[in-house]
Nanobody, 124 residues
């Protein structure tokens, strides 16, 4: 079993930055790939970024590529999402999740464990 807790969300102006954290307890990120997803009101949950167990491989949605960076610290059992140059369309609840498949999946149904989410609001 894995428990995930996100933090770091908040309200920021367009062009600003936030860093989200995802802390895991139970089984660790050293065993499973991890991803970030987001869900805006009235929209489906969408893939944002994913990182391999070693941290050597990453994957990003086109909408955030070049602005967001996913990283991790296995010693702290924590993963991060650094978000720069935020836009109003980035407003959503952001979730971290642990995958149960090999490779960096973009499909939410291939992630078994989910955090409770953290709200990110970007004002124009």
């Amino acid at each position: 079993q894995v428990q995930l807790v996100e933090s770091g969300g908040g309200l920021v102006q367009a062009g600003g930055s936030l860093r989200l954290s995802c802390a895991a307890s139970g089984r660790t990120f050293s065993n499973y790939p991890m991803g970030w997803f987001r869900q805006a009101p009235g929209k489906e949950r969408e893939f944002v970024a994913a990182i391999s167990v070693s941290g050597g491989s990453t994957s990003y949605a086109d909408s955030v590529k070049g602005r967001f960076t996913i990283s991790g610290d296995n010693a702290k059992n924590t993963r991060y999402l650094q978000m720069n140059n935020l836009k109003p369309e980035d407003t959503a609840v952001y979730y971290c999740a642990v995958s149960v498949v090999v490779g960096l999946s973009r499909h939410s149904n291939e992630y078994r464990y989910w955090g409770q989410g953290t709200q990110v609001t970007v004002s124009s």
